[in-house]
C-alpha cells in the first residue's frame, strides 16, 4: 500500500513540474502587481513553509486555516499556532490561528498581518521628521465538517483592512476548501478557492486556486497513548499547484518532511514560479515536538523554524509554535 502510494505521488510530482523552463521563463502577466492587500499573499506557519509551501493535501494541524479551511477537522481537540516571519527591509509578517472540536464540527479563528515602518522627510536629513507604521491584517473565523469518512468542507470568513498612511482600505472575502483522504487516510487531496471577496477601494483581492496532493506514512500508537495523527507521522510527500485567478502566474510546490523518533523533523522543499522574475527556489525547515510534564502532562508542545534563502532579496526566517491541549 504504501509502495503504492510513493509511486503515485512521484508520478504526479513529475507531471506538476513536466514542461516547467529551468533557465527561463515566460513573461510576466499583464495583472501582476495590480491587486490590492496583498499581504494575504503571505503564507502562513513555518511548517507548510518548510515543505516549499505544499500543504493544501496535508492539512493536517492548525496551519491549514491558512491554506485550506477543510483540513480543520484533522484537529483532535484544541490547537493554537503563532508564527512571526522575519523578511527583507523589515517588514515583519504574523500569523495566529485558533481551532477546536465542537461535537461534529471544528471552528476556528485567525489572524494574519504585515507591517513595516516608512521614513517621512522634507528634506534630505539623516534622521526623518516622523515614522509611520504601515500594514494590512485580515482577521477570520472558519467552520469545517466532515461529509464522511473520507470527504470534508471548510470554509473561512475575512475582514480586511489596510493602513496606507494617508488612506484606510476595508474589504472582505472568504476561502472555500474541499479535502478528500484516500487510501486508509494515507492520501490527501485538496482543493481550495482562497480570498474571494472585494475591497472598498475597488482594488481586485489576490483570488486563487491552491490544489494540493500528499502521501504520508505513520507508526500506530502504543496501546493506552492518547498521541493524535500528527504525532504518529513518521513521513510525508507532498505537492500543491497554486493557480492565481486574478494577478500573476502560477507556481508549483513540493516537499517533503521526515520525523525521528516521533519528536525532531526535517523538512524540505521547492518552488517554481512561472513568471519573468519567480521566487523560486529551496525552503528547508526544522520542527521539535514534547509532551508537557506532571499539570501539562496533557499539553503537546511543537516549534518549527523555515529558511528560505534568497540572493536576491535576502534570506527569510520563520519562527512558529503549535500548542495541542
Given at each position: 500500500m504504501e509502495k503504492r502510494g510513493a509511486v503515485l505521488i512521484v508520478m504526479v510530482l513529475l507531471i506538476m513540474t513536466a514542461g516547467v523552463?529551468?533557465?527561463k521563463a515566460v513573461d510576466i502577466h499583464d495583472g501582476a502587481?495590480?491587486?490590492?492587500?496583498?499581504?494575504?499573499k503571505i503564507e502562513g506557519g513555518s511548517?507548510?513553509?518548510?515543505?516549499?509551501?505544499?500543504?493544501?493535501?496535508?492539512?493536517?494541524?492548525?496551519?491549514?486555516?491558512?491554506?485550506?479551511?477543510?483540513?480543520?477537522?484533522?484537529?483532535?481537540?484544541?490547537?493554537?499556532?503563532?508564527?512571526?516571519?522575519?523578511?527583507?527591509?523589515?517588514?515583519?509578517?504574523?500569523?495566529?490561528?485558533?481551532?477546536?472540536?465542537?461535537?461534529?464540527?471544528?471552528?476556528?479563528?485567525?489572524?494574519?498581518?504585515?507591517?513595516?515602518?516608512?521614513?517621512?522627510?522634507?528634506?534630505?536629513?539623516?534622521?526623518?521628521?516622523?515614522t509611520v507604521t504601515v500594514g494590512g491584517f485580515a482577521t477570520g473565523l472558519s467552520v469545517a465538517?466532515?461529509?464522511?469518512?473520507?470527504?470534508?468542507?471548510?470554509?473561512?470568513?475575512?475582514?480586511?483592512?489596510?493602513?496606507?498612511?494617508i488612506q484606510n482600505v476595508y474589504?472582505?472575502?472568504?476561502?472555500?476548501?474541499?479535502?478528500?483522504?484516500?487510501?486508509?487516510?494515507?492520501?490527501?487531496?485538496g482543493v481550495a478557492v482562497q480570498n474571494a471577496g472585494v475591497l472598498d477601494g475597488g482594488e481586485n483581492l489576490p483570488m486563487a486556486l491552491r490544489v494540493g496532493l500528499a502521501y504520508?506514512?505513520?507508526?500506530?500508537?502504543?496501546?493506552?497513548?492518547?498521541?493524535?495523527?500528527?504525532?504518529?507521522?513518521m513521513w510525508a510527500l507532498v505537492a500543491d499547484a497554486h493557480l492565481p485567478l486574478i494577478d500573476t502566474n502560477p507556481s508549483f510546490h513540493i516537499g517533503?518532511?521526515?520525523?525521528?523518533?516521533?519528536?525532531?523533523?526535517?523538512?524540505?522543499?521547492?518552488?517554481?514560479?512561472m513568471n519573468e522574475n519567480p521566487s523560486d527556489g529551496l525552503s528547508l525547515g526544522v520542527g521539535v515536538r514534547r509532551?508537557?510534564?506532571?499539570?501539562?502532562?496533557?499539553?503537546?508542545?511543537q516549534f518549527d523554524y523555515a529558511f528560505v534563502p534568497d540572493a536576491y532579496v535576502g534570506n527569510a526566517h520563520r519562527v512558529s509554535f503549535i500548542t495541542r491541549f
Amino acid at each position: 500500500m504504501e509502495k503504492r502510494g510513493a509511486v503515485l505521488i512521484v508520478m504526479v510530482l513529475l507531471i506538476m513540474t513536466a514542461g516547467v523552463p529551468i533557465a527561463k521563463a515566460v513573461d510576466i502577466h499583464d495583472g501582476a502587481g495590480t491587486v490590492g492587500a496583498a499581504f494575504l499573499k503571505i503564507e502562513g506557519g513555518s511548517r507548510p513553509v518548510g515543505m516549499g509551501g505544499a500543504f493544501a493535501g496535508l492539512a493536517n494541524d492548525v496551519n491549514t486555516i491558512f491554506w485550506n479551511p477543510a483540513g480543520l477537522t484533522a484537529v483532535h481537540d484544541q490547537e493554537l499556532t503563532a508564527m512571526q516571519h522575519f523578511s527583507f527591509a523589515d517588514i515583519n509578517n504574523q500569523s495566529i490561528g485558533y481551532a477546536q472540536r465542537v461535537n461534529g464540527f471544528v471552528w476556528g479563528a485567525s489572524f494574519l498581518g504585515s507591517f513595516t515602518e516608512i521614513e517621512r522627510r522634507q528634506g534630505p536629513t539623516e534622521d526623518p521628521d516622523s515614522t509611520v507604521t504601515v500594514g494590512g491584517f485580515a482577521t477570520g473565523l472558519s467552520v469545517a465538517y466532515p461529509l464522511g469518512a473520507a470527504i470534508s468542507i471548510g470554509g473561512t470568513a475575512k475582514i480586511i483592512s489596510e493602513q496606507l498612511d494617508i488612506q484606510n482600505v476595508y474589504g472582505a472575502a472568504a476561502d472555500v476548501g474541499l479535502i478528500l483522504r484516500l487510501l486508509d487516510n494515507h492520501l490527501g487531496i485538496g482543493v481550495a478557492v482562497q480570498n474571494a471577496g472585494v475591497l472598498d477601494g475597488g482594488e481586485n483581492l489576490p483570488m486563487a486556486l491552491r490544489v494540493g496532493l500528499a502521501y504520508r506514512a505513520w507508526q500506530e500508537p502504543e496501546a493506552g497513548s492518547k498521541a493524535s495523527m500528527p504525532e504518529r507521522e513518521m513521513w510525508a510527500l507532498v505537492a500543491d499547484a497554486h493557480l492565481p485567478l486574478i494577478d500573476t502566474n502560477p507556481s508549483f510546490h513540493i516537499g517533503a518532511e521526515r520525523w525521528f523518533y516521533g519528536s525532531v523533523a526535517a523538512r524540505i522543499g521547492y518552488r517554481i514560479g512561472m513568471n519573468e522574475n519567480p521566487s523560486d527556489g529551496l525552503s528547508l525547515g526544522v520542527g521539535v515536538r514534547r509532551s508537557g510534564e506532571d499539570a501539562l502532562a496533557n499539553v503537546d508542545f511543537q516549534f518549527d523554524y523555515a529558511f528560505v534563502p534568497d540572493a536576491y532579496v535576502g534570506n527569510a526566517h520563520r519562527v512558529s509554535f503549535i500548542t495541542r491541549f
